[in-house]
């Protein structure tokens, strides 16, 4: 049965993955990891440039409600099957998880806390704060050599897209936040309070 379910928004790039990475590895089998990503909607109807040129950083390309519907499917005991997105061809996977009720679930993403009837799903919230031009550089890096795209393609989405959206709808979701972390998942102090926090919820439903 779940017990807790934990929310870790921030910036693309800010660290997220890193912070929810090193709590699921903290609570081994008694954590899942679902990240808001997978949930993209397909638009298997466009051709790949057309899914390309897609603003992926704004809510409504998101299928939230299905999100919503299989985090309230685990609260109340039951498995799921979590979509998978193919970041190199823009649209979803044919394969799924098969997601079973854990003690903690772990959601990760940038818009996470953009949706009030998602955000109130969350028994503890997490923001990571780090600064632009780093999640910048991270990006690049991540998206060149992980993805397959083009410096220009990376830079051009994010002057166009990613760092207007993240001041019109993720920025401001950061009043929302139980915990603010600065830096990601390189603040060790950080780290170690949230881990305690965490923890700490967890014992609290037992």
């Known amino acids: 049965m779940v017990n807790v379910i934990v929310g870790i928004a921030g910036a ?29 909607k397909s638009h298997s109807e466009l051709s790949l440039d057309e899914r390309a040129s897609m603003n992926f950083d704004h809510p409504n390309s998101l299928e939230t409600d299905l999100l919503i519907k299989h985090l309230k499917e685990l609260k109340a005991g039951r498995s799921i099957r979590q979509p998978q997105y193919d970041f190199t061809m823009h649209m979803r996977k044919d394969e799924y998880i098969d997601v079973e009720p854990v003690s903690a679930i772990i959601v990760e993403g940038i818009l996470i806390f953009a949706e009030p009837k998602l955000r109130e799903l969350f028994d503890l919230k997490i923001f990571v704060d780090t600064d632009t031009d780093i999640c910048l550089l991270r990006r690049i890096r991540r998206d060149v050599e992980q993805r397959g795209r083009t410096l220009t393609s990376v830079l051009d ?42 923890k700490a919820k967890i014992n609290e439903v037992l």
């Open 12 to 40: 693309s790039a800010s660290g997220k993955t890193t912070i929810a990475k090193k709590l699921f590895n903290a609570f081994k089998d008694d954590t899942v990891l679902i990240t808001h990503d997978s949930y993209y």
């Open 157 to 198: 989405q994010y002057q166009n897209t990613v760092k207007p959206m993240f001041h019109e709808f993720v920025e401001n979701t950061k009043r929302y936040a139980d915990v603010i972390i600065p830096e990601g998942g390189h603040n060790d102090v950080a780290n170690k309070v949230l881990m305690a926090r965490m």
